[in-house]
């Protein structure tokens, strides 16, 4: 299905995250696997075969709640990023119990896929560093491990027995956005905003990728991103205060089939947790690339990779819903920066926000990603890149993301 502009129409997320259910025990005892094999191809940055990480980050998620008892809610996961997922595979997730408690309760998850025989010459880097790192295996073991991660659940405790609270600290209470970012925000609503690129920074926006998008991209499936134009607020930051300073504001919003928004389970855990997997899914959207914007080497091919990536979500779990009673999607905020990193290494934080009608918007995540940042000694400008390209010749534009 086409959309009015010629791109591939966005695949819903409930879609996007569906399972197949491979190994189910009845009963989830700590020496039992869950195991679930993913049917939808996850979507590839750029123009590579390396799948998007936040698609198999928001589907372990996903897998590891289907196997936990009514009324258990996503509360926080961290994962860490092996090996280089391939869009074109399906991946294995193999789920663990390691607690069941009254409150919460704890799962493992390993994800895993199939190995290649040989790598061609078309054959993608992360498909022929799986094979490097796996020659020898059996055919029995021709599984190879490319993320792993701790999901924790938590249902709602009494609220005769606890006092409850709620708080956010001064400086980010109801109207942060409005009062800091007011300059880049008013006057335009999140769907004036420009869609995100499939990869934040110049060498893709106008660089030696810039006529390809429309040819030959998959729209963004599952979450619909908007980023927000920062150039007005950024343009005062001046070295060294520019990577402190440095903000990237997205809003984005659940892409839902207009009869259903879950996996064929009407309950409201699982619905809450769909959502809360879409939460998980867009904090992972571009998120490098505000590093490399913020130090300055938008314009160069960065070698980035996540390492691992925590997300925490606070309050209430029904603010995690992503739809009004009408069953509209409705839109939410990811507030990002930088503030640490060294060693080839940066680190990535945000805060998801929920944005509401009366002003008093509400933080309903917190999140930070560890990755690799490698700068080449050797540093290219667009145009440098753009005339290797023409040496090169044209590229082969078969396949679709």
């Known amino acids: 299905m086409s959309s009015s502009s010629g791109l591939t129409a966005p695949l819903p997320f409930y879609k996007l995250m569906a399972l197949e259910a491979t190994e189910l ?22 123009l590579g075969s390396t799948a998007f990480g936040g698609h198999v980050y928001a589907q372990a998620a996903w897998a590891a ?3 936990v008892v009514e009324g258990m809610i996503i509360h926080n996961m961290t994962g860490f990023f092996i090996l280089p997922g391939r869009a074109e595979v399906p991946f294995i997730y193999k789920v663990r119990r390691v607690r069941d408690g009254g409150i919460y309760c704890l799962r493992a998850v390993e994800v895993y896929q199939t190995l290649v025989e040989e790598p061609s010459e078309s054959t993608s880097n992360a498909t022929k560093q799986q094979t490097i790192l796996t020659e020898g295996l059996t055919e029995a073991e021709d599984m190879a491990p490319c993320f792993t991660a701790t999901v924790s659940f938590k249902r709602r405790e009494d609220p005769g027995r606890y006092t409850h609270f709620r708080y ?6 109801a109207g942060h956005l409005r009062k800091t970012y007011g300059k880049v925000l008013s006057g335009r609503r999140p769907e004036d905003q420009p869609m995100a690129p499939g990869a934040d920074a110049i060498w893709w926006t106008r660089g030696i990728e810039e006529d390809l998008w429309e040819e030959t991209g998959q729209r963004f499936p599952g979450v619909e991103v908007r980023k927000v134009d920062m150039g007005s607020f950024t343009a ?3 070295p060294p205060d520019r990577v402190g300073g440095w903000r990237q504001l997205s809003f984005y919003r659940l892409i839902k089939d207009d009869a259903v928004d879950f996996d064929g389970d009407d309950n409201r855990t699982s619905t809450l947790n769909l959502y809360a997997c879409a939460h998980l899914y867009a904090s992972d959207r571009n998120s490098l690339f505000l590093i490399t914007n913020a130090l300055n080497f938008a314009d160069q091919l960065v070698a980035m990779s996540s390492l691992s990536h925590t997300v925490i979500f606070h309050g209430d779990p029904a603010a995690l819903s992503m739809c009004d009673h009408q069953g509209r999607p409705i839109w939410f905020l990811q507030e990002a920066w930088t503030a640490n990193g060294g060693l080839n290494r940066g680190c990535h934080e945000s805060r998801l926000w929920r944005c509401n009608d009366d002003g008093q918007d509400e933080i309903i995540a ?3 990603q560890d990755a690799v940042i490698r700068v080449p000694a050797d540093l290219l400008s667009v145009e440098e890149l753009a005339q290797r390209r023409k040496k090169m010749g044209p590229r082969s534009r078969k396949g679709k993301l």
Request: aromatic share 8%; charged share 25%.
């Open 25 to 46: 025990p009845r009963k989830m005892r700590s020496d039992a696997l869950a195991t679930f094999k993913s049917n939808a191809r996850a979507w590839a940055p750029g």
């Open 65 to 67: 709640s289907k196997t």
């Open 168 to 173: 956010q600290t001064p400086r980010v209470s």
């Open 236 to 238: 005062g930051f001046d």
């Open 366 to 368: 917190t999140t930070k």
